[in-house]
């Protein structure tokens, strides 16, 4: 795709400048030129003393992200961006996936992050604040990834990579590409086992991604994809409450292994993306895809609650079968002019996803499916309009706007007779949400800018399934949170240093919250204001034998309107105006030095540190702040036909006993997900 036309003077020779981006414009320019805050971090497997196995490996580095490595493989990682997703139990909300231009989160706003193939991928881009509500449902940011493409090579190249660890963790990843410059393919195969940190808690998985590229002429690209994410095991620990964080971290409640909790997936995903040059100045770019999801959950119940007067049953069950299908279309405009002999760029694009699933639920008779109690066919689908400008109108000043037109429609068809309750429903969500940027190129070498957006975010499915009381149908009285945000920062590079540096302030009305936490269910509601407000602070130095790293986030969210809740107990509890929201620290920094011990060989020391994390809306608890240090040591190995690269890391290297995720607002007080102490992994990666 040809580079963005620039109003500063070219590049120097500082590579950082170089980076190429696609969020911030949907067409490639320097993240150096992004008007907004924006991180891009390449991956190279053959330098990257890591298991690529969870995405929390790679992000550490990146201001205002938190990706939390849960330890517990049937709910995924836990990802925020600025606070927006920290209320998610499973899965990730509030920030919007892409995998090579497809959707990895569905029309709900729901999203999987286990499902991206790292040892495949070469680049993971991250969008946050107002530019990112140009990607409709998704108030915190935009989280792309982009694999490798095809090497261009006339015999085919192989890699194997393996690596064992503590707790028994084996990964194996094999993978074979090759091809000519008009037509290409790339197969990359991996599988993962584990025994995990705490008793019951084992998982395994194989991950499949292919990727064909053809180029029938000089404007045109096509590109097809196919990935499949199979997971057969995968024991729920669950969290746990104080008390027992504290004595024995790697312990499991009576109930996980009384109702055997666990979850297997089975997903694939096809798509196909075309790039199509009309001329030097236009581009068109299309997508279709299509992709299914089956998933089998038992959680820790029994699910089979009745009302003794009616006989009706009042719970929807111990076991949770979903099958989902989904797919979507997506095509936009690009076209580059001139106005007053002032570059200008323009975007036009229309994207519709749909999502249907059909979810039953079931008593769960000691891990196994009992009488149905749930069964409902539910439907998500979202037509979205969008439009983008960019105009360079003066040699150092350039001027964004954008903005975003959404409908978004939920429809469930219950089909369950058992709770003597019809609970259909269908509802509309409609949205316009318009940014306005600014950056001005002080020079080569420094970057303001400043941004305004609204954003919007509706209610999952699964967060509309209850109601609270004995009414009917879905929640669909939710209404989706709205968002103003606002970004002011800026971007330096000074010979070895890059800084980036960002505020921030985000006003949510409307705010998702839960209402009642009990059996099982969560019923939300929603909080009149929220505000969240931080710093941001990436840095960079490249010395002659040692890189360094910093980045730290301040984090003020709070909740500005009081609302109440009801606990498991029946007990109602006010929320205060003031009290901060739960899920994300106030203070996070980390840091890493990186040096060069002798040639091709690494050593580089690894630190974390969080301030305390309140764990609850009413802010009764918290997970107390830690520092946590990592050690990773790597060498490369070259032959006349392969390369080598073996490499071996401590982590928690001080064995530090923290939790490394929480459980916002459990109903039972099961709060904490503890982090692994001290744990070793040592892998090999080749390339023929």
Do not use: C
């Not at 320097?30 to 890591?50: C, H, K, N, Q, T």
């Not at 076991?319 to 989904?326: E, I, M, N, P």
């Not at 209610?459 to 989706?480: D, H, I, M, V």
């Amino acid at each position: 795709m040809p580079a963005q036309a620039q109003t500063a003077t070219p590049a120097p020779s500082d590579p950082t400048l170089g980076e190429i981006v696609v969020s911030g414009s949907r067409s490639e320019q320097r993240r150096f030129d992004v008007p907004g805050a924006i991180d891009a971090v390449e991956i190279d497997p053959m330098r990257l003393g890591s298991p690529l196995v969870n995405l929390s490996e790679l992000m550490s580095a990146v201001p205002g992200t938190q990706v939390r490595n849960r330890e517990n493989y049937a709910q995924d990682l836990q990802l925020s961006v600025r606070g927006f997703g920290t209320r998610s139990t499973f899965g990730v909300r509030g920030v919007r996936i892409l995998i090579d231009g497809i959707p990895a989160t569905m029309p709900d706003g729901q999203g999987q992050a286990s499902s991206i193939s790292l040892t495949s991928a070469k680049r993971i881009e991250l969008l946050r604040g107002p530019l990112a509500q140009l990607y409709g449902n998704a108030a915190g940011g935009v989280l792309q990834v982009f694999t490798q493409d095809p090497p261009v090579s006339s015999t085919p190249k192989f890699g194997v990579a393996a690596g064992i660890g503590s707790d028994n963790q084996r990964h194996l990843d094999l993978s074979v590409g090759g091809g000519s410059e008009a037509l290409g393919a790339l197969l990359d195969v991996s599988r993962f086992t584990t025994d995990g940190y705490r008793d019951h808690s084992a998982a395994e998985r194989t991950q499949v991604n292919a990727k064909v590229v053809a180029r029938p002429s000089s404007s045109t690209r096509i590109t097809g994809i196919f990935n499949s994410f199979d997971q057969p095991l995968s024991q729920d620990p669950l969290g746990l409450n104080r008390a027992a964080f504290n004595s024995n971290p790697r312990q499991v409640i009576p109930a996980a292994i009384q109702f055997d909790t666990r979850k297997t997936i089975d997903q694939q995903q096809a798509g196909i993306v075309v790039e199509h040059d009309l001329s030097s100045s236009d581009r068109l770019n299309a997508r279709v895809y299509v992709g299914r999801r089956d998933v089998f959950q038992t959680l820790s119940m029994a699910g089979d609650q009745t009302d003794r007067r009616t006989g009706f049953t009042t719970s929807a069950g111990g076991v949770v079968d979903l099958d989902r299908s989904f797919g979507g279309v997506g095509l936009n405009w690009v076209h580059k002019t001139r106005l007053n002999d002032m570059p200008l760029q323009w975007t036009l694009g229309v994207e519709a996803d749909r999502l249907k699933e059909t979810r039953k639920g079931f008593v769960n008779n000691a891990g196994t499916p009992g009488a149905l109690r749930r069964n409902e066919d539910d439907t998500a689908r979202n037509l979205d309009y969008f439009g983008q400008i960019e105009w360079a109108f003066a040699p150092q000043w350039q001027a964004q706007a954008g903005v975003r037109v959404s409908q978004v429609k939920f429809s469930v068809n219950d089909k369950y007779t058992g709770d003597g309750r019809n609970d259909s429903g269908n509802v509309t969500y409609r949205n316009t949400s318009p940014v306005l940027g600014l950056v001005w190129h002080a020079n080569d070498n420094l970057n303001f800018y400043g941004n305004l957006g609204t954003g919007f975010e509706t209610p999952t499915l699964a967060e509309s399934a209850y109601r609270a009381g004995t009414a009917t149908g879905p929640n669909f009285q939710l209404k989706p949170s709205k968002s103003n945000q606002a970004e002011i920062g800026m971007k330096a590079r000074s010979g070895r240093h890059s800084l980036d540096l960002a505020l921030f302030a985000t006003r949510s009305r409307d705010e998702i919250v839960p209402e009642l936490v009990s059996g099982g269910r969560t019923v939300f509601q929603n909080a009149d204001r929220v505000d969240r407000r931080g710093i941001e602070v990436g840095w960079k130095a490249d010395w002659e034998q040692v890189t360094t790293r910093l980045a730290y986030t301040l984090l003020d969210a709070r909740f500005y309107s009081g609302f109440t809740s009801t606990t498991a107990a029946g007990t109602r509890q006010n929320v205060a105006s003031g009290n901060r929201l739960p899920g994300v620290p106030r203070h996070a920094l980390y840091a890493q030095a990186e040096t060069r011990i002798a040639e091709a060989t690494t050593l580089a020391l690894e630190m974390r540190a969080e301030s305390k994390t309140w764990v609850n809306d009413v802010n009764s608890e918290a997970a107390p702040g830690y520092t946590a240090f990592n050690l990773r040591l790597g060498r490369e190995f070259r032959t006349a036909a392969a390369r080598f690269y073996l490499f071996g890391r401590v982590d928690n290297l001080f064995d530090r006993q923290y939790a490394g995720s929480v459980i916002v607002n459990d109903g039972n007080g099961r709060f904490y997900e503890p982090a692994p102490g001290r744990r070793l992994f040592v892998g090999v990666r080749s390339q023929f």
